[in-house]
């Protein structure tokens, strides 16, 4: 909030915690605390629990040009195979467990994650 409220950024971007984390949108920026790995090389690995190291999210954020008040937020759901993110092979079940999961993670920072008919995941805030 200090990046926002002192230096004037439009959007937080968290990364390396190998797991999604909750999504906030603080005074209309993007608060991201944590987006997992994009790509990582944990395929095959067990004892990993809940967290499913091969299923990723790219987050697709569209700000205002004047305010860099967020205007919309999607994140497209992927499954990592060999090296590669595969959009179709992310099944409803993983794109639900994924919603869910975010869903959870995002509720103390009062934002709602939903998962729409096309399998891509929204942020409504407003």
Known sequence: MTLIDTAG????H??????????????GKLILYGCGDFLNDDEGIKGLGPF??????????QCSATTGDLEMLSLMPFQIRNFQLKHKQANDRDRAWLAQTLDRESKPFGTQITLGQNGILTAPWR
């Open 9 to 12: 950024f439009d959007i937080v």
């Open 14 to 27: 968290g990364h390396s915690s190998h797991h999604p984390k909750g999504i906030e949108v603080y005074r």
């Open 52 to 61: 499913r190291g091969d299923r990723t999210v790219a987050y697709l954020a």
